[in-house]
């Protein structure tokens, strides 16, 4: 009797010390919570990105945005129970370019102590990431930039089109893989959250990233082992990128298509772009919109054939200010940005 109650005794030793060492080491207890489902996003909105080539992973024309809650509070894109310290968006490098800002579409916010939230953009140049699988992957690394804003001042919104713009004091030109993304240690008692896709959609390419406060380091959500390790989603992080060049014979197709800087820029009255397709479109377009998103100018009658071709736009209605111009076609959408000074 006594070997049994010294056995049994031991055995329950070893199963509160084994999940001692989960509690601690935060694996296998980062769950979520039910999502909370935004209104569908019906087409892609006209926002101030480049191309279709960075929206994140797996987004689609037609997606809704979901809000995903940790189940020990706040949310797994955001400030949570587990004090997670920063959250990042990872982008494959093809060629490289220069990041002017980016698009956060954050969709809950409480401002209650003027807390800080830092948006940078991180080197992926580390090898401690830990994603499922493995260790020593390459992770987020030097920080290029960062910008810091208040949370009293960050927009949160239902809709992407109306998503937080973030415009870097200087452009970051990258020629490797990236992340970009936001950095919550000072944000106080505040609480944020990013949107995100909804479950599957991230094609299981682990490019969510998470640092942890606990040990500095960076997980993938699937390495932190949220959900025991099958979150499948990206982050609605979305940059903006300068590649300017002069005329389109000096640029790369992006996508299939090549977009010029306007000229003049600043203009006044009126400006020309040069744009060329590699293949003839079925359609195309040119629109303009203002640093809030709001669309003050549309033509989808411009030329859609094969080889160079050059537009001329009047913008003597247009007030002072900073706009982008985008191109779009069946497959590809690229915009640049102008400024008109009077």
Known sequence: MHLMKTNHTTFRFLIIAFFLFIGFSGFAQRNTATPTLLPLQAALPSLKTPNDTLFPGNYQDTMQGVLIPADNGGYVLGTNGWLDKCKCEEFKVTYQYKIEGAIYWFGYKRADSAGLVKFAIWNMNDTTGTTHDTT??????????????????????????????????????????????????????????????????????????????????????????WDSGTLNIDAMILPIIDNTVGTVENGDFISGIKLSQSFPNPNAGSFTISYELSAPQTNASLEIIDMNGKRIYFNDKIDS?????????????FTNGTYFYILSTNGARMAKRMTVCK
Not at 136 to 163: E, H, M
Not at 203 to 212: D, I, P, T
């Open 305 to 317: 054939t094969q080889g160079i071709h050059h537009k001329m736009v009047d913008v003597a209605g």
């Open 136 to 225: 020593n992957q390459p992770c987020p690394g030097t920080r290029f930039v960062s910008l810091t804003d208040t949370t009293t001042k960050i927009d949160t919104s239902s809709s992407l089109n109306q998503a937080y713009v973030v415009m870097f004091p200087f452009p970051v030109l990258v020629t490797a893989n990236y992340c970009i993304g936001f950095d919550m240690s000072e944000i106080k008692g505040d609480s944020i959250a990013l949107v995100s896709t909804k479950q599957g959609q991230g094609g299981n390419l682990e490019r969510v990233w998470e640092q942890w406060s606990s040990n500095n380091k960076w997980y993938t959500l699937q390495g932190a082992q």
